[in-house]
């Protein structure tokens, strides 16, 4: 080998470089997922009050979207990458969605009275 040309890496190699730079999930994304599955949680023990709010079913939804979206997010360090990543993304597409539906319809109708 030539003085100063780095030796070719081995597939091991490449493969130990990209488990280090990828295989992690960061702090903030492993909170934010717990938080999102307990929330979940607090939405199915309080459903009953939930749904006194009306159109609470597009707020739910966006809910479960949002709390899918952050669990997605630490999944796709482990397994299936690119599924999971595009699940990510439908995931808050479909959050956005349904917050945007919420807010019409809870805000164009007349019978929605904000105490």
């Not at 295989?23 to 307990?38: K, N």
């Not at 309080?46 to 707020?59: D, E, F, S």
């Not at 997605?72 to 595009?86: C, G, I, M």
Request: overall charge negative; proline content about 3%; some cysteine.
């Amino acid at each position: 080998m030539a003085e100063g040309v780095p030796a070719p890496e081995t597939g091991a190699d490449v493969a130990a470089t990209v488990l280090d730079q990828t295989a992690f999930v960061e702090d903030r994304e492993l909170i934010t997922a717990f938080l999102a599955v307990a929330g979940l949680l607090a939405v199915v023990l309080k459903r009953q009050r939930i749904g006194l709010i009306a159109h609470a079913r597009w707020l739910v939804a966006a809910y479960v979207a949002m709390a899918l979206g952050c669990v997605f997010t630490v999944a796709e360090t482990y397994f299936l990458p690119q599924v999971l990543n595009a699940l990510e993304h439908i995931s808050y597409l479909l959050c956005t969605v349904s917050l945007g539906l919420f807010c019409w319809r809870a805000g164009c109708r007349r019978e929605v009275a904000l105490p």
